[in-house]
């Protein structure tokens, strides 16, 4: 992908993405992920402390653990679009003085010392966007210090393929090239995504040098609907509107974290999500 698709695709994303969670599957995801980080990051760690946010993009995520951690934050992206947005919404947070914004590749983190990170997360999958990954991978563990954690998400494979099969009865050929690159366009103005199994996550974790703690998949049984990929969130697939009901919101949560670290259920996952550390 060149940096003018990867702007293209930016731009707009950028300006809807904040308001995705509105949507009862989004919700449900974003709670999930919320719980996991909260289950790996403690949430008594002070400010002395430092969260990067790799691929950070709109600072969605760093607005909201700022209500819950008391550190201080990074945010690297690529895209100036999310980075304008994550400007405004880190002013509206009232967190200026505790996130610091860069722009920049996360292949290549220059403006970043060795060692200066005490965790990184990373979330809705930056990596899948990296095709040279390993950089990233290797730029990730040079700059978080020693006992430091990761938290990174990529796109999920088996999922993928399994949607490829049963909502787009996808021809033979791309079925083929997904299956051997595990690599997924999704529509037209979507750019190319790289696809993780808990294997494939797993590994490139501990080829970097990591050491892997867990991987779930986010979410594991929930299967988003149509509408729920419209970009301007105006439409709402039958699953977001039974998640608005509270009681079935919080069961389906409490199924969802009750299994999806199990190692026979996690690569069911949309997302992988694993956790590692560097010793
Ligand atoms: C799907 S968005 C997720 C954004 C954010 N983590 C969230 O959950 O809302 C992926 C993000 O990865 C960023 N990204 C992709 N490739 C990148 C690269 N090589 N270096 C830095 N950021 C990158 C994009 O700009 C975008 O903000």
Known sequence: MDKKEFDNFFKPYSKNVDNANKHGFWKLSDTLITQIIKDNIPVEIDENVVILDAGGGTGRWVCDLSKIYKSNFVIYDMSIDMLIKAKENIRNTNIENRVKLIEGDLRNMKSLKSESIDYIISIYSPISFIYEKEKAFSELFRVLKRGGKIIIMGHGFYNALASKINNYFANIKELELLDNKQIIKWGEHVPELNLFSKEIIENDLKQTGFILVKTYGVPVFVQPGSEDFDPKNATKSKISAALEHNDFFNKV????????????????GMNIFSVAVKQ
Do not use: D, W
């Not at 009750?258 to 026979?264: G, W």
């Open 253 to 268: 949560f409490e199924l969802e974290m009750k299994y999806n670290s199990q190692s026979t259920i996690a690569n069911r």
